[in-house]
């Protein structure tokens, strides 16, 4: 089951998700779409488990996304085909900030 979406752009989307009940097991828990939704993909390599939450974080170089649950956070450079695990670490949230050459959020200070 998936629970959580992150969008790249109005194109590129992903989500993630899983077994609540069992979280270290590692099935179905992740697609990708290149198409606005009208078809997804089951990603090739998925997260290590279930994942709550998920942020892309733009143009470093290119969109990553980010991925965390209960058993870990994962991390995809390719807008959640594949993913690679970080590490075991409990995590409930993450997100991102935009950040410009003016400073975060385009402010002067």
Not at 93 to 101: A, E, N, P, V
């Amino acid at each position: 089951m998936f629970s959580r979406i992150a969008v790249v752009d109005a194109d590129r989307l992903a989500i993630v998700g899983g077994d609540y009940d069992h979280p270290q097991m590692v099935k179905r828990n992740s697609a990708y779409t290149d198409d606005g939704g009208r078809t997804w993909k089951e990603s090739s390599h998925r997260p290590a488990g279930y994942r709550w939450c998920i942020a892309i974080v733009p143009d470093i170089p290119s969109p990553t996304a980010f991925a965390v649950g209960p058993t870990g956070m994962d991390y995809s450079i390719d807008r959640g085909k594949s993913w690679d695990q970080i590490n075991e670490v409990d995590a409930n949230t993450i997100g991102s900030l935009m950040l410009t050459t003016a400073g975060p959020l385009g402010g002067t200070d």
